[in-house]
Structures are given as C-alpha cells and as structure tokens.
C-alpha cells in the first residue's frame, strides 16, 4: 500500500468509527496530542487530544443523530497530508452541514496529528475574520493581509 492510500484508509477507518460512535476506534486513529481545530463559535474549541476528539463526535452523535459521508479526498503522493470535502448531517435537528479538512499525518502515515475543519458557512457570523480558533496562521508561514492593491489601469 503506497503512502498515500494509507491515508485515505486512515481518513476512513476515522469516518467510520465516527458513524459508530466508537470512542475507542477513533482515538486509535490519532497521535495522543492531536488537534483537531474548528471556526470560531464552538465550545471548547480547539479539540485537544484524541480522546477528546473521539468525545466530542460521539457526543454528536447521540445528542445530534450526527452522521457523515466522504464526498472527495486528496492526498499528497508522500502521504503526510490530505484533504477530503465532507458533510455533516445531523439527522436529529434536521441539519446539514458540508465543509473541507485538511489533515497531517504523523511520519510513518499511521495516525492523524492535526485536522483543521473549514465549513461552508461560518459558525460565528459575528466575528469579521472567518479563521479557525486558535490556529497560529502567522508561525504557519500563512499571509497575514492582502496583496497590495493592483496599479491603476488607464
């Protein structure tokens, strides 16, 4: 199995323990600090560790019926990183909600290190900057404003 179908079968196996609810089968999916970050708006945000990653879907899943699908997935040729296009469908409040996450691997492509969700919409929209919370943009090598402005076209 090549680096990059690893992940993928990672990002899977995670998906599926997701819409069993089985804590265990998805802390078995992450190193013991990962992180998992979300736009501003939810609680406890970040998700530090992966047993308080796995609490927080199982949570969803009882209070909110929440189930997910996988609509794509891409991954680095090396396997240290991917991104899949997801949705949410929390069945119990009649809700849907589709989004992106990009995920980092640990060097050997067998546990998921970090997961940075991006939604469609934002969770707060009260807040100017739609970014995730508590996410270091700037030590990421990430811009921090916009390119300066075109020259003027006559």
Same mark, same amino acid.
């Given at each position: 199995m090549t680096p990059a179908q690893? +992940?993928? +079968?990672?990002? =899977? =196996?995670y998906f599926d323990a997701c819409n069993n609810a089985d804590a265990v089968a998805m802390a078995a999916c992450f190193t013991e600090d990962a992180v998992h970050y979300f736009p501003p708006g939810l609680p406890n945000?970040?998700? =530090?560790g992966a047993r308080a990653i796995a609490d927080m879907w199982v949570w969803c899943v009882k209070t909110l019926g929440s189930r997910w699908t996988i609509e794509r997935v891409l991954v680095a040729p090396d396997g240290r990183e991917a991104v899949i296009e997801w949705t949410h469908w929390k069945t119990g409040i009649d809700e849907?909600?589709?989004?992106?996450?990009?995920?980092?691997?640990?060097?050997?492509v067998t546990l998921i290190e970090e997961i940075r969700a991006y939604?469609?919409?934002p969770a707060d929209k009260s807040?100017?900057?739609?970014?995730?919370?508590?996410?270091?943009? +700037?030590? =990421?090598?990430?811009?921090?404003a916009p390119p300066s402005p075109p020259p003027k076209l006559d």
């Open positions: 690893k +992940a993928e +079968a990672l990002i =899977r =196996r945000n970040p998700f =530090r849907v909600l589709r989004g992106d996450e990009w995920y980092i691997f640990n060097e050997d939604y469609a919409a807040v100017s900057v739609n970014q995730l919370k508590d996410f270091d943009y +700037a030590g =990421r090598g990430y811009h921090m």
